[in-house]
Structures are given as structure tokens and as C-alpha cells.
């Protein structure tokens, strides 16, 4: 597997009151009937609060932005909700006509740096709106997953919605910083809506190779196997992309020399690479992604050279 990159798509101009910083977790929906690449990804007003907002790209050239929201189709939730501080996409399905988005919220902490959990919006437009699903957060706190977790991808698979998703136990401290210790665990779901965490970790970090974090899962189907692209931060060394693959979903091996793409020799995501979103488009594999300081620099995205 190789990825040739085809540059940066989108990057904070600071033009908006809400495009000061950050493009984060770019999300792909095609949309056949416009021929365009619907994306949707956090960005930041001056006070750094995340809200979902959205480019369209040309379907036979995604490095076209033919139209742009004008202000972000989601924000921020309401004083003391689970995503008061800012409100990412992770991951999208199409379900009863509906577009459902699964999202991230972050809450702001005084003896932490903040609150991640997932939650779930929808919408009737495609994306041009959206309204809340729940208030609360669609994964919440337990006795095996007492601190964190959110960032899902979702898949329907065999009459049911599977989800992985990052989840932490506890923070951490490397490099004189604090960090959830994130690994990838497992959830399952009738409706798409209500989920049941299984106590099952799918993958975590590899700490013989100074690894702490593995997170932000994009998990597809095909051919009898599922394929998973995440990210890994190590110590003393920025977010990188990783792969594995497994048969049945939970039992995962990782193979990433096998991911295919690094960091570039200079430019917007020389320092890092993270949270991969794969897409297939007219016949061509397409992975969107974030570059340096998690997404601060904006999104770019890959062909998977055949």
C-alpha cells in the first residue's frame, strides 16, 4: 500500500470569526448526485473552540474546493454539556434517510486539560444542518472506561452497527505533559444510536517501542477483512499513521509498515500525520488527513497509488 499526496485542501485564513485555527478530523461524504466531496472538520474561533464546518470538492479533483459553508453547520453545545468547548466530526453513516455524524466533545477541566466523549448528530441535508441527537454523550463513563472515550467509526456489518472508538483509563505524564493514555476498544449497537461498550481493547500502544497512544480509528469492509488506519504517538515523536487489519473485528494484527504514508521533508505536516479518514470515490481510494500540531495547519489528502 502507497499513498501519493496530492497537498494541503484546506487551511485556517483566519477571514471568518470561526476559521481562526485548526482544520481537525476531516470527514468525506460523496455525494454522487452533485459530483462533489462533501467534507467536515473542526475549526476554531479566537477562543479555540471547535465547531463543525464543511468544504465541497470536486469529485474528479479533490483538490478543488468548489463551495464552503459560511458558517459552521454545528456549535458548540450549551454551558456545561459534554461539548461545550468545541465539537469535531469523527466519522459518518447513512441510516432511515438520515445522515448521522459521530463526533467529538470537549469540555474544558480545571486539574485536567479537558473532557473528550463521543457524541452523535444528524441530519436531513446532507450536512448543510444539523440538530443533536442527545445532549449527553453516546458513550459514557463505566467501570472499565471511568476517564474518556469518544472519536468512533462506525460501520453496519451482519445486521449490526460495530464501533471502534479510542477510550482512556487514566492520564498520564510523558515529557513533563499530560496525556490520556489512549488505546481503541470496541462497541456495538441496534439502532446506531444507543451503544453497548464491550471490555475488550482492540489495540493499544506498543511501549517496547516508546508508544503511549493509539487513537482516532477509521475502520472499513472489504473483501472478508477489516481494515483499520489510526494514529500513534510515541515519545519523543510527533503522531504518525498506522494499519491493521482483522477478521472478525476485535482480534486485531497491526501492520504498519504497511500504512504507506510519513510525514513530508518540510511543510504543513512535516512534523506530523494524523487522523486518517479513507474514502472511495469513482473507482480511486482517497485518505484525507491532518498535519501538523493536530490539525492546526489544516487537512490534506492522499491517492492510494494502485
Known amino acids: 500500500m502507497?499513498?501519493?499526496?496530492?497537498?494541503?485542501?484546506?487551511?485556517?485564513?483566519?477571514?471568518?470569526?470561526?476559521?481562526?485555527?485548526?482544520?481537525?478530523?476531516?470527514?468525506?461524504?460523496?455525494?454522487?448526485?452533485?459530483?462533489?466531496?462533501?467534507?467536515?472538520?473542526?475549526?476554531?474561533?479566537?477562543?479555540?473552540?471547535?465547531?463543525?464546518?464543511?468544504?465541497?470538492?470536486?469529485?474528479?479533483?479533490?483538490?478543488?474546493?468548489?463551495?464552503?459553508?459560511?458558517e459552521p453547520v454545528l456549535d458548540v453545545g450549551a454551558l456545561g454539556t459534554f461539548d461545550d468547548s468545541g465539537i469535531v466530526p469523527s466519522s459518518l453513516i447513512r441510516k432511515d434517510n438520515k445522515l448521522y455524524v459521530y463526533t467529538v466533545g470537549y469540555q474544558r477541566c480545571e486539574r485536567v486539560p479537558y473532557m473528550l466523549f463521543a457524541g452523535l448528530i444528524e441530519s436531513d441535508d446532507n450536512g448543510l444542518s444539523f440538530?443533536?441527537?442527545?445532549?449527553?454523550?453516546?458513550?459514557?463513563?463505566?467501570n472499565f472506561r471511568p476517564t474518556s472515550q469518544g472519536a468512533p467509526s462506525v460501520l453496519f456489518h451482519n445486521g449490526v452497527y460495530k464501533m471502534w472508538h479510542w477510550f482512556s483509563t487514566?492520564?498520564?505524564?510523558?515529557?513533563?505533559?499530560?496525556?490520556?493514555?489512549?488505546?481503541?476498544?470496541?462497541?456495538?449497537?441496534?439502532d446506531a444510536i444507543k451503544w453497548h461498550m464491550h471490555n475488550i481493547t482492540c489495540l493499544e500502544p506498543d511501549v517496547l517501542k516508546g508508544e503511549f497512544a493509539v487513537a482516532r480509528p477509521w475502520v472499513i469492509f472489504e473483501g472478508s477483512i477489516f481494515k483499520m488506519w489510526y494514529s500513534i504517538r510515541s515519545v519523543g515523536k510527533m503522531y504518525r499513521i498506522g494499519y491493521a487489519e482483522s477478521e472478525d473485528g476485535l482480534i486485531w494484527k497491526r501492520k504498519d509498515e504497511e500504512a504507506g504514508i510519513d510525514v513530508s521533508a518540510e511543510g504543513w505536516d512535516s512534523e506530523m500525520i494524523c487522523y486518517p479518514?479513507?474514502?472511495?470515490?469513482?473507482?480511486?481510494?482517497?485518505?484525507?488527513?491532518?498535519?501538523?500540531?493536530?490539525?492546526?495547519?489544516?487537512?490534506?489528502v492522499a491517492r492510494l497509488i494502485k
Open 131 to 142: 440538530t443533536r441527537t442527545s445532549v449527553a454523550p453516546i458513550l459514557p463513563r463505566n
Open 277 to 300: 479518514a479513507v474514502i472511495d470515490v469513482k473507482g480511486e481510494r482517497y485518505m484525507f488527513y491532518n498535519g501538523n500540531s493536530n490539525g492546526a495547519t489544516g487537512f490534506g
Open 2 to 70: 502507497k499513498w501519493e499526496k496530492l497537498g494541503l485542501i484546506w487551511s485556517p485564513k483566519n477571514d471568518k470569526w470561526w476559521n481562526v485555527a485548526y482544520g481537525q478530523l476531516p470527514v468525506p461524504l460523496f455525494i454522487e448526485a452533485e459530483n462533489i466531496v462533501r467534507v467536515f472538520f473542526g475549526s476554531a474561533g479566537k477562543e479555540i473552540f471547535c465547531r463543525i464546518c464543511y468544504v465541497d470538492l470536486n469529485a474528479d479533483n479533490l483538490s478543488e474546493i468548489v463551495n464552503e459553508s459560511k
Open 170 to 190: 487514566k492520564w498520564i505524564t510523558v515529557e513533563n505533559k499530560p496525556f490520556l493514555d489512549y488505546k481503541i476498544g470496541y462497541a456495538e449497537s441496534k
